[in-house]
T-cell receptor, first 111, second 116 residues
Framework: DAKTTQPPSMDCAEGRAANLPCNHSTISGNEYVYWYRQIHSQGPQYIIHGLKNNETNEMASLIITEDRKSSTLILPHATLRDTAVYYCIVLLSSGRRALTFGSGTRLQVQP | DAGVTQSPTHLIKTRGQQVTLRCSPK?????VSWYQQALGQGPQFIFQYYEEEERQRGNFPDRFSGHQFPNYSSELNVNALLLGDSALYLC???????????????FGPGTRLTVT
């Protein structure tokens, strides 16, 4: 699975969009980009994943660059409850895969 | 529909003892993975079970073992506990594997193990 690089921390004002970047320059054609988050002392929570097209669900949007070497997770209207560590993970698309968590980005939403 | 459940919530053990942690997967899920999360770090993959067999294993010693039951629930056993085994142990479940199209995992709240 390709290695990912994320900033260690970010701040965002409540109500504003939070844009969390992830670099995955060695991603291969059959690897998906996944995002999970972990609110303090809870289990990680699946957010969204994508292969090459932009994706949107009720939680977030995922923008993947055309060359697939980087992506951005967008929380459109951040709330205090979005304060968490966000993990970007690249994973082969097939089969039952183990997740490899890096250090993630600690997002602090400020009131 | 209950999500992934784990028991117990917290546990305190003495060095050298043995511990068993339990996990019930989300309804419809047949695969259970276990992760260890030390304080301040990301979760680390221990092993994965489906069809009642260990299918993948991370870099953990044989002191860590597991089991999956016919109802897909799972146990994680740790023998000869060390102080360094103190961590949050997370269970994740996932639906039957697909050949393509992505594959998300759903995590339980974890069991906090303290070894003294």
């Amino acid at each position: 699975d390709a290695k990912t690089t994320q900033p260690p921390s970010m701040d965002c004002a409540e109500g504003r969009a939070a844009n969390l970047p992830c670099n995955h320059s060695t991603i291969s054609g059959n690897e998906y980009v996944y995002w999970y988050r972990q609110i303090h002392s809870q289990g990680p929570q699946y957010i969204i994943h994508g292969l090459k097209n932009n994706e949107t669900n009720e939680m977030a949007s995922l923008i993947i660059t055309e060359d697939r070497k980087s992506s951005t997770l967008i929380l459109p209207h951040a709330t205090l409850r979005d304060t968490a560590v966000y993990y970007c993970i690249v994973l082969l698309s097939s089969g039952r895969r183990a997740l490899t968590f890096g250090s993630g980005t600690r997002l602090q939403v400020q009131p | 529909d209950a999500g992934v459940t784990q028991s117990p919530t917290h546990l305190i053990k003495t060095r050298g003892q043995q511990v068993t942690l339990r996990c019930s997967p989300k309804s419809g899920h047949d695969t259970v993975s276990w992760y260890q999360q030390a304080l301040g770090q990301g979760p680390q993959f221990i092993f994965q079970y489906y069809e009642e067999e260990e299918r993948q294993r991370g870099n953990f010693p044989d002191r860590f073992s597991g089991h999956q039951f016919p109802n897909y629930s799972s146990e994680l056993n740790v023998n000869a506990l060390l102080l360094g085994d103190s961590a949050l142990y997370l269970c994740a479940s996932s639906p039957p594997g697909r050949t393509s199209g992505g594959y998300e995992q759903y995590f339980g709240p974890g069991t906090r193990l303290t070894v003294t």
